[in-house]
């Protein structure tokens, strides 16, 4: 059972509350000897941090990660690592007003139906602040992976405005608060998203995820497949609704000629003239660029009221305040970026595993 | 590890390759005294089976399903359940031209850069004949869930057409080759569809599930969410490129207001005014109809030469011949359902576990 | 992959070395709306802390435990539990001296061998201070079960000198500190004790464990017997080296007729005249007392000098100073009983989820 | 969850009733391109088939083991290894008479009480019959284990007789229907056991197992200790009630300075002068002989009369005929072997996972 556990050999279990006295994860698995410290994790950190931009939460979290085990003289010693986080600017208060009230979009109705109970606080346990763990597993996967494999993220589409894939510039991409490759895209945005902020609305995202160097022969045929892996992971964080690999939902619409990607022989090595698979064939990585795409919707909280009713069963409106993201896709980047990072790293241990090497 | 096994509770394993003996299946944690037969899970395998009209594999398997074990005068025991098919109608020889070649679209280049090995008969494990397994376990798993849960699929779009929302008629969908809801859809199919077909081609397709009667409260938090989990289910049948669950890609689209599902009492039960979410919320079910939809790519079997290497690395062409689905996305739809039912039937299970009732 | 979690569905994983700033757990799976609190759990791991009698370890630690998740105005939310115990008195100067020397019976040489590097500060990761976590654990677990499921350890053999079982009075058991149901052997083995103390060397014991309203059918045959299972979290106990269930060893020497436990109706429910199968059978419980034994040997850490290699291979000799409990068995009493507690608990959950009830 | 499952990254999970129509295995994880055909599993089967010698069953069964995937051209493929038997000579009808009663030692009446329903024909799931394909499982280990890994067992001790240690000759052991390593014990079982079968007894066993050739450093700490696994594995076999390692309950009388397995260097490498720790430190192999014994109880199924109650709840007597091994301890021999090569392909797996090499 995993409800609270991401991985099979390299994994991670987290716990803790949005407005808990701490968040924090278990990293199992870590083959030792790596070298790792807390500045390592906290550079990765630092990129899904709220409050960088007008486009973000305000909450102010310093999200300063300690790694209180399994880490010995600078390197792992092949233990579980902690990891931990305090939280800081928690406003519970905040919370109040809606603590019987279902918000249309969260997850406070199913947690009530599913537990009888919920810490409604910030969203409890369903709140996106528990992604700081996924970043920091994330940060400990790299080092797994090592330096060839670089694992990147971009928002490339903002609402129903996409970015003009011909003025994709990765260097961009750290430059701007929307993780955007397309410097013509991000004017368009910033103004669209201040719209939406001001007006106490939200927007939602497509996030495309690219890895290079990403060994081939990762994954399991059937059932341990490295895409239908991938798509739990993507799903799996908050707000995503749509997941797809290479040309995805296109690929209906190609025919078998158009899908098909050749494959030539280039300095003694196959190289595929085309990448529809996005890197992925029958469960298993190719060695092409891993391309995949996550859809994220709008933030739920919104200050427009909404109908809904209360734990006891009476209708009623609510207007959600707080410190929220206009966008949460935005904020989805690193995290997409890690759950990437933590599924490679699990799947070359279960590959050396079986087939060594 | 889970190479070739799906679920946590409710869980099958299967083995078998495409041109081997007999495909088969051990179903895991089935509850007791659930009457089940033979007749029971032939009646979805039918469903699926090859050869059933011109726009389905002319491979001619009666794929009689047998039961061995598990059963006890009508009733399931508890124990695992054996389940097996002989395969009949292998043509091996057919396949004896490309055993040095991969196939481009094919897990044959994956398959052998990962093991260094390949059963390169009709595709051996990679081949779709597996999914008559997951039919076989799903119905099983509709055993578990009852008759109050509904568990359906249409195809919804052939190549670049889909069908018209408004024309939906779910009656019409077993009356047509291709899990069709729009009879209008049907006609302009059938015409494409042999186009492609005689000409060796092939077409992609997407996929429509509908749950309806899913209980609420299924689903877990965080890891084993139940979005998260489907999204795997279904990227991970063959040759599917994409999953979305409710508003999908189309979410990102939204404002946060169009997006909010609002809720109101109806009878003395919660209700919503809309289904963006497609019935998940969180990771847990709402209540309201499952809805996801899933992207096939074109079969990647085609007549029409592509560039290829071979085994050693030499540059070659190749054409696949035998017998081929021209959509291999038709057939994907009681895969796709037998999948939903199974992972709906574990999540049942995993609820009960924590919750009880 | 556990190598750091215990349990299926009721798990926990556990993290921190002896010597670290903390050690920690996080428990998953824990049914919501059961009370719990730091009071509750603080109370089984006192039983357990050192510096207790003279015949434990002198390290002084509180052991205080902290929730720091999982639960909502005193209740279980469903959410994983978070618990933290600061380390306070490590005195890592006293490893100093064998940081480069592998400690016969300890797990220094495996440590090294396997992992290439070790955490040498108290033992690290292979420290009996982890077994505080599966107390804490433990405790949930008892919540899970409730008051009609009672688990309680004696120590029944000091070396070579068992109790008299005419003598077994449970009331005994908290009142020396020993955990010895016999007051007569209480005097012997505070002599012993004392004397393989004052002497620098140590003594091992066999520890009887006993449950009372354990409800039949919990249990899964063939892999997941409860027995077999329970072998495990007993012979992980550290410096555990044989467990035996029931008439355990002994059965060995029965005929079938002396070993067949007989059956009549008592009060309208089946009554077992014996219970030779310690209250398993077929890997399911049968609803009599659950009994299982284990022996832990002598404490590795001794005064006298010992033959050993260092971590470059050379020879050289070894005398383990520093704060030893003379007879880990001792203290394995409250570890015992909390594995089998959580051993419960986990299969409570697991027959629900498959038998419902 | 495992209850037909054994094994985490090397795993196999069986099916069948010991009167059903087969029983099979699917094996997972295997290494690709080991050889492997049914001869060299055949020849492991065959020495654990019944019927072999007038001190086990009579059953008549050729266990003839067929591979029906898995295994490509002679060679493993990484894909799912199915392994199928026939039932041959089942005789349901033997077991008419008692299909209402709860034979004492058995599992009828916790299986019962757990699924509301058996298949009580020869035992069904609950059969020692299962165990031909744990031995299956266990030679295709052993291929991946290699010939320097040697896995032997023996019966040390048929009833309350032991063999004297000093005989102990390994080329004994295939000599004689008791896998007994002492020729002059031979001869006392041999009478003694005539005479409980003649009886319609049945009588208890020890049962050693020793590797030699285990490669240091298999096995995880804290959760997934080599010894904890073990274990459970030996456990988990038909009427096993007691399972130690190394010095096992003896090692509770040791002194701690009698106990410690001191360290040499020999031929520059570790050597240990004593072998208390049965090869295990910390749950982490040494690489000195694994050891480890485990007690039989005697076989349930005895001729004279027992007192029982029937499944409504009658009082009654049964006495149980059919073709019964008198010692099933003697059968557990290969059965044992082939879970410890289980457990150690196993951890060889996960070992290479993490650490490599």
């Known amino acids: 059972m995993s409800s609270n556990t991401f991985g099979v050999l390299f994994r991670f279990t987290t716990w ?26 906290q550079h990765w950190l ?24 399994g880490v010995f003289e600078g390197l792992t010693t092949g233990a579980p690592i902690g990891l931990i986080i305090q939280n800081e600017d928690a406003r519970s208060k905040d919370y109040e007003t809606i603590k019987d009230k279902f918000r249309p979009g969260h997850a406070d109705y199913t947690y009530q139906i599913k537990y009888g ?21 994330g940060a400990i996967a790299r080092r797994i ?27 961009q991409v ?3 608060p929307f993780w955007c490759p397309d410097p013509e895209a991000v004017r368009r945005w910033e103004a669209a998203l201040d719209v939406a902020r001001k007006r106490g609305s939200s927007m939602g995202a497509v996030i495309e995820l690219v890895v290079t160097g990403a060994p081939p022969g990762l994954g399991s045929p059937v059932y341990g497949k490295f895409d239908a892996e991938l798509a739990a992971a993507l799903m799996g ?20 000629e158009e899908n098909a990607d050749e494959m030539r022989m280039k300095e003694g090595k196959v190289a595929f003239l085309s990448n529809n698979a996005g890197g992925v064939l029958g469960g298993i990585t ?18 427009t009221a909404r109908r809904t009713v209360t734990t006891t069963g009476e209708e009623t409106e609510i207007s959600t305040k707080g410190r929220h993201d206009p966008c949460v896709g935005i904020r989805a980047v690193p995290v997409g970026e890690a759950m990437l990072a933590c599924l490679l790293a699990d799947h070359r241990l279960r590959h050396r595993a079986q087939c060594g090497g």
């Open 286 to 303: 190719t060695g092409q660029d891993v391309v995949a795409r996550f859809a994220v919707k709008p933030t739920s909280s919104i200050l």
């Open 16 to 41: 803790g509350e949005s407005h808990g006295e701490q968040i924090g994860c278990v990293v199992d698995g870590t083959p030792p000897r790596l070298a790792l410290d807390e500045a390592w994790i």
């Open 117 to 137: 109970i919920r810490d409604y606080r910030g969203g409890g346990r369903a709140s996106a602040r528990e992604t700081a763990m996924r970043v920091a597993a």
């Open 237 to 256: 964080i908050n707000a995503v609704k749509g997941v797809e690999i290479g040309a995805g939902f296109k690929a209906a619409t190609l025919s078998g």
């Open 174 to 176: 750290e430059q701007n």
């Open 46 to 69: 630092d990129r899904r941090k709220p409050g960088q931009s007008r486009f973000t939460s305000q909450r102010r979290e310093s999200d300063r990660v300690r790694i209180v085990s």
């Open 145 to 171: 992976l090592g330096e060839d494999v670089a694992i990147r993220g971009a928002v490339i589409q903002l609402g129903a405005d996409p970015i003009e894939r011909g003025n994709w510039d990765w260097a």
